[in-house]
């Protein structure tokens, strides 16, 4: 009498083994679902913001590079860029090596053309300015010392 319950119980489940899957693979997808959005979609919208940053640096603005060195960007090349440190001390770095942008400079009001006064070396009005960092934004902002 066992043995007849056991083979009535099997071809049950044979039946709704469709259902009995979808069943034991939501939890794998629900967590999914949530690392994309608390994990992934947030770091790719960091990286954008980053690399749209490395995209406008400019001549005279205030930089911090992955090493700590904070210095005023005197030259932007293509992928390069050459930042004074200290007086007369210039380095070149990698631009995607720069972490964060602490002073802009104002964008030229004449389009971009360079006048006779832009190529001498003099520090631009916008490098005396104190200098602001960014404030964190996210959960960081929490965990930043003030």
């Given amino acids: ?19 009995g899957m979808l069943v034991q693979f939501a939890p794998l997808v ?3 679902v949530v690392f994309y959005f608390l994990l992934i979609r947030p770091q790719q919208k960091r990286a954008k913001e980053h690399r749209d940053m490395l995209g406008s640096v400019r001549r005279g603005d205030r930089v911090v590079t992955g090493g700590g060195i904070v210095g005023l960007v005197t030259k932007v090349a293509d992928d390069e860029l050459t930042v004074e440190i ?10 995607s090596t720069v972490t964060t942008i602490l002073a802009r400079t104002e ?6 053309s360079k006048s006779t006064d832009a190529d001498d ?18 959960f960081g902002r ?3 010392r003030k």
């Fill in 30 to 32: 629900l967590i999914f």
């Fill in 121 to 138: 070396d003099s520090t631009p009005p916008a490098a005396n300015a104190p200098v602001e960092a960014e404030k964190p934004k996210g």
């Fill in 107 to 112: 964008p030229a009001k004449n389009g971009g």
């Fill in 86 to 95: 200290a007086e007369n001390v210039r380095v070149k770095v990698i631009r």
């Fill in 1 to 19: 009498m066992l043995i007849s319950e056991a083979y009535a119980q099997a071809a049950g489940a044979g039946a709704s083994g469709g259902a």
């Fill in 142 to 144: 929490f965990l930043s």
